[in-house]
């Protein structure tokens, strides 16, 4: 069974203050590993796809990182616009379409 | 833009009651899927469609039904809704060239309320 492990929950961060969401994952032969962020009320959004260990991708303050074994969202000085949930989720190789899996989220507060 | 409809933002129904939700797409996407999302448990997987009248049970499809008379609509079913139920529900679409980029599109969701 596929599993997505998402620490810590929640994050307070002060703005510049930099720092790193995990996402652990077990799956039978990885596909590829997104991230999403989610303001409060919405959907979710798609941020980034990593298909292979050593991959990188970055999007403004945003850098994801991908291993054998989990993922990191990295966040360099922070905004309060940044506030969000992160979500990671993770496809195997054996599932058809766009099916995915999700963690339960990074909740990430931002202040002034 | 990619754009996700769901017809109800907030819904409040009784134990035993029918409910429909509705999602509809503007891009002519081949795949839509009901996730529910709870607080703890993330986003979870209920059916998904690969193509009108197709449908495949996700990870929790107990007590839900799906319906995909057209390729832009895709309907959950609850035919007779518990408690257990109250949940925030998300739509999402993706095209076939989107198969193996993990981008859904989401709409707003549908918060559910059964008392």
């Known amino acids: 069974e596929d599993q997505v492990t998402q620490s810590p929950e929640a994050l307070r961060l002060q703005e510049g203050e930099s720092s790193s969401l995990n996402c652990s994952y077990t799956?039978?032969?990885?596909?590829?590993l997104f991230w999403y962020r989610q303001d409060p009320g919405k959907g979710p959004e798609f941020l980034f796809t990593?298909?292979?260990a050593g991959e990188e991708k970055e999007k403004e303050r945003l850098k994801a990182t991908l291993t054998k074994k989990e993922s990191f969202l990295h966040i360099t000085a922070p905004k309060p616009e940044d506030s969000a949930t992160y979500l990671c989720a993770v496809q195997a190789a054996e599932t058809s379409g766009s099916r995915l899996t999700f963690g339960e989220g990074t909740q990430l507060t931002v202040n002034p | 833009d990619v754009k996700v409809t769901q017809s109800s933002r907030y819904l409040v129904k009784r134990t035993g009651e029918k409910v429909f939700l509705e999602c509809v797409q503007d891009?002519?996407?081949?795949?839509m899927f009901w996730y529910r999302q709870d607080p703890g448990l993330g986003l979870r997987l209920i059916y998904f469609s690969y193509d009108v009248k197709m449908k495949e049970k996700g990870d929790i499809p107990e007590g839900y039904s799906v319906s995909r008379e057209k390729k832009e609509r895709f309907s959950l079913i609850l035919e007779s809704a518990s408690t257990n139920q109250t949940s925030m529900y998300l739509c999402a679409s993706s095209g076939m060239h989107q198969g193996f980029t993990g981008e859904l599109f989401f709409g707003e969701g549908s918060r559910l309320t059964v008392l």
């Open positions: 891009m002519d996407h081949e795949n």
């Open positions: 799956v039978s032969g990885l596909r590829g």
């Open positions: 990593l298909y292979s």
